[in-house]
């Protein structure tokens, strides 16, 4: 009888045993009780059995985890592709942005893509909506904005004295400060010479032609250490005048322009200013002050460019400051355009090294007009139609190439995504048809534009910037 309860107290102890092991390494209790009783002795846990980390994650976060992965845009994640003038002129470049060659590039499409996935057996309007807009953003390019080309107007009537800013009215001296950007990404190449180089050779150019009497200088920053965070502190403090202000000397300036290469940080604020520091002894009452900034970069010193741009505009000197963004990708030219709008100043975007030198021709013709109004000469208005429908026509050209180019890059996305089989050739047929829809509206905007530009040509310049604001800021609409 003693013996009975003895192993009636081992079975108990046994059977907890097993249940509190099988507890831990299965969480399947019930299945344990039958091991207990048919098979006390495989109590071991074998090899299979043993738990990993994957299969200890609870079966609802695989769930979140596979949603994730899965998870698509939908048409509120993408805007509409714009078809008016301020929203083309406010579009900035997508990442295949005048794109040589689309064919070229089927592996960053395919990545790009990753966010989709293929078009759905039977595509609903909204469906071939939104893949006709992440198309169209991808490819999108950048169109040069018509209120640069009324701002340039204004500063081509520079010394008018009907012109309500005074500081575009003539001064008995003329002041014109160049700041360059020579951070590391200045020694990109820019079509067989660096960034750098074509801008020294641009700048060397504009200011050899300006008249003696005017005092010019040349301001550099970032030339100084590397792009390293070691050397940022060293670098974003390397803010120097290496001439001026004094008359244009050419040995001088060579040699100036010999003292520094592009190397490390953008410290654009901070270099602003400096400018206002220097330009202190030139009050606007008595002085024209010009300010050209060439970058091809966004700040990265950690300071506000576009804050110090508008403090330096209402400054004692009010100084024009036209910005010159030479190859710079969609954020740079975003703050850069941002600093030219809140000082009053023009952003104009250059690609080569002619249209750098094309800038800096309008602010040669400007100091130009300021020696024949020294000299008592008048302004020829009927030189200044002739250029500003010039202007007009460059406008309608650009807009036309890039409204061209853009679709362009878009038909050839269209076969490459076929061959990705993210798209089939019938609903490709359905986006083409979206495309040149799309199209023909923003050719009539572009036409439009032109029109526009004619009627404003021939009204004053405050009528122009209020026809301007009237019609850009909600559309062209007749």
Same mark, same amino acid.
């Given at each position: 009888?003693k013996?009975?309860?003895i192993?009636?107290y081992?079975g ?7 249940v ?7 969480? %399947? #209790? @019930? =299945?344990?009780?039958? *091991? /207990?009783?048919?098979? +006390? $002795?495989e109590v &071991?846990? %074998? #090899? @299979? =059995?043993?738990p990993? *980390? /994957?299969?200890?994650? +609870? $079966?609802?976060? &695989?769930?979140?985890? @596979? ?5 698509k845009l ?5 805007p509409?592709?714009?078809t ?12 295949f942005a ?21 078009m ?8 071939y909506?939104?893949?006709?807009r992440y ?27 009907d ?10 001296n ?15 190449d820019?079509g067989?010479k660096t ?35 070691s ?30 290469q ?10 602003l ?24 970069g ?25 910005i ?11 703050q850069?355009?941002?600093?030219a709008e ?34 008592d ?24 190439f ?8 878009m038909?050839?996305l269209?076969?490459?995504?076929e ?17 040149r829809?799309?199209f023909?509206?923003i ?13 404003i ?17 909600s559309?062209?609409?007749?």
């Amino acid at each position: 009888m003693k013996s009975k309860w003895i192993y009636a107290y081992l079975g108990m102890i046994l059977l907890i045993l097993l249940v509190a092991c099988d507890d831990k390494e299965t969480n %399947k #209790p @019930e =299945e344990t009780k039958e *091991e /207990e009783v048919t098979a +006390p $002795e495989e109590v &071991e846990v %074998k #090899p @299979e =059995e043993e738990p990993d *980390e /994957e299969s200890q994650i +609870p $079966e609802e976060d &695989e769930e979140d985890q @596979e949603d994730q992965t899965t998870q698509k845009l939908t048409l509120h994640d993408v805007p509409p592709v714009p078809t008016d003038v301020e929203g083309l002129a406010r579009q900035t470049p997508g990442p295949f942005a005048a794109a040589k060659n689309i064919y070229d590039l089927e592996a960053e499409i395919a990545e790009e893509f990753k966010v989709l996935g293929p078009m759905s057996d039977n595509p609903t309007p909204e469906e071939y909506e939104l893949y006709f807009r992440y198309m169209y953003w991808l490819v999108a390019e950048d169109y040069i904005n018509p209120e640069d080309t009324i701002k340039k107007w204004e500063f081509a009537s520079f010394g008018n004295p009907d012109l309500p800013d005074a500081k575009f009215h003539f001064k008995e001296n003329y002041n014109v400060e160049i700041i360059l950007d020579a951070s590391g990404s200045m020694a990109a190449d820019a079509g067989g010479k660096t960034r750098m180089e074509l801008a020294k050779e641009a700048i060397q150019e504009f200011l050899a032609n300006v008249p003696e009497e005017a005092h010019v200088s040349l301001r550099v920053y970032g030339h100084k250490g590397t792009g390293a965070d070691s050397d940022k502190e060293l670098s974003c403090g390397a803010i120097e005048q290496v001439y001026g202000f004094s008359s244009y000397n050419d040995q001088e300036f060579q040699k100036a322009l010999n003292q520094f290469q592009p190397s490390g940080w953008t410290p654009i604020a901070d270099a602003l200013k400096e400018s206002e520091k220097a330009l202190k002894p030139f009050d606007a009452e008595n002085n024209t002050n010009l300010i050209y900034l060439v970058s091809d970069g966004i700040e990265t010193c950690d300071g506000d460019p576009v804050a110090v741009a508008k403090s330096l505009a209402d400054s004692h000197a009010k100084p024009i400051i036209n910005i010159i963004g030479f190859q710079t990708d969609a954020e740079a030219q975003r703050q850069l355009e941002e600093m030219a709008e809140v000082s009053g100043g023009i952003f104009a975007s250059a690609k080569n090294k002619d249209e750098l030198e094309a800038e800096f021709a309008r602010a040669e013709e400007v100091l130009e007009a300021w020696q024949e109004w020294k000299d008592d000469a008048l302004s020829d208005v009927d030189a200044m139609r002739v250029d500003q429908s010039f202007d007009i026509m460059h406008v309608h050209n650009e807009w036309s190439f890039t409204t061209l180019g853009t679709s362009n890059n878009m038909a050839s996305l269209e076969y490459v995504l076929e061959e990705l089989d993210i798209l089939t050739y019938n609903q490709i047929d359905e986006i083409r048809k979206l495309r040149r829809q799309t199209f023909d509206e923003i050719d009539y905007t572009v036409d439009e534009l032109e029109r526009t530009l004619e009627e404003i040509s021939k009204q004053t310049i405050e009528e122009a910037k209020r026809t301007i604001e009237e019609r850009f800021e909600s559309g062209v609409e007749e």
